[in-house]
């Protein structure tokens, strides 16, 4: 099998910064050629990508998405008669259309080919001026793409970084999107992030949803409705963990009534979202505290990771029956979180997550 990676996005975007990135990763172990498709002219870049050992087919009569699809096609079995390949990197010029450019991909007729990696790196800059000046062009990157990266991170404020992400969302609300700063990322996990097909989004919400229903099961199996009533709550310490113990009395209200037979999302309300924002410790404490209100319902489980604003460390956070933790951890590549529960407000837990 070889995988096919196409890196798309406006000329000056970030790509080839992406790719460097990739290079530190496992890629760096396997046999990998770039196809580069300059619009009229030679990379820049081209001399870095020659020093990495891989290898460079230039294509600067036009685009690939367009009048070279054959070209194209006879490129990519030119390479792979050539060259013992694991790995084949796309990064298309600028101005053509991602939808065109995998379509080429899908005609070439070769069996061990696979498209792999379908990103769009998306200026945090001038995102709403190639929008306002490009939008068909701009908007096919967007739509047609499985992950989207918001790169210029270092130098656009918060807010903004949170209206990029929101017109990419209502443009593509299925693609994964990273809005942390490339460099600051794993290698790694940046590449499992772009490889990922499903939404990593629906695939947090059920792993939380998944120990949810675990713990509800776990201490609650007689099937019963019962009340408790204890002092306070002691919760051991890691030395990578932080954690809040509450000594105030703390009442548990609990109705478990015969689930065995409906699945975990008909037993659990979920109410939470992505987030680029920067969240001080502060405000996470004591929106952590504000759930432990019984007004709200009865919340299960919540979990997330959220961008620091006073440190470079993320926040990792866990709770569960009024009692929470809060680690740093490594930079994610996008915030989340969600509350797990049952005969959940929602409107009043959206409400708290908006303020938070």
Partial sequence: MIKIDVIS????????????????????DEK????????????????????????????????ICCSLVGDFASSIKSLIDTYPLDRIIIEPSGVGKL???????????IPELT??????????????????????????QIESANTIIVSKLDKIDNETVDDVVNMVKSHNQNANIISSSIQ???PDKLLSSL??????????????????????????????????????????????????????????HHCHHDHHDHDADEIFVSVGRETSKAYSKDSLIKFLEALKDESLGIVVRAKGVLKNIDSPKWMYFDYVGGVYEIREGDVDIIGKLVVIGSK?????????????
Avoid at 241 to 248: M, N, S, T
Wanted: charged share 30%; net charge negative; hydrophobic share 35%.
């Fill in 195 to 252: 490889e990922e097909k499903t939404s990593l989004e629906q695939k947090f919400l059920s792993e939380v949803i998944h120990e949810a229903s675990e713990h509800h099961h776990e201490h609650h199996h007689d099937h019963e409705c019962h009340h408790e009533e204890h002092d306070s709550h002691e919760c051991h310490h890691h030395e990578d963990e932080e954690c809040c113990h509450h000594d105030h009395d703390h009442h548990e």
């Fill in 32 to 63: 990998v050629a770039i196809i580069e498709n300059e619009f009229g002219e030679i990379s820049i870049d081209q001399v870095f990508l020659k020093k990495t050992g891989f290898t460079i087919k230039e294509i600067n009569a036009g685009c």
């Fill in 115 to 140: 498209l792999n990696i379908v990103a769009t790196v998306v200026d945090g800059i001038k995102a709403k001026v190639y929008l306002r000046n490009f939008g068909e062009f701009f908007l096919n």
């Fill in 184 to 186: 600051d990322l794993d």
């Fill in 9 to 28: 996005g406006f000329l000056g975007a970030g790509k080839t910064t992406l790719i460097k990135k990739l290079f530190q990763s496992k890629i760096k």
């Fill in 344 to 356: 959940l407000d929602e409107d009043r837990i959206n409400k708290l997550i908006d303020n938070l």
């Fill in 99 to 109: 939808s065109d450019i995998l379509l080429a991909i899908h005609n070439v007729d």
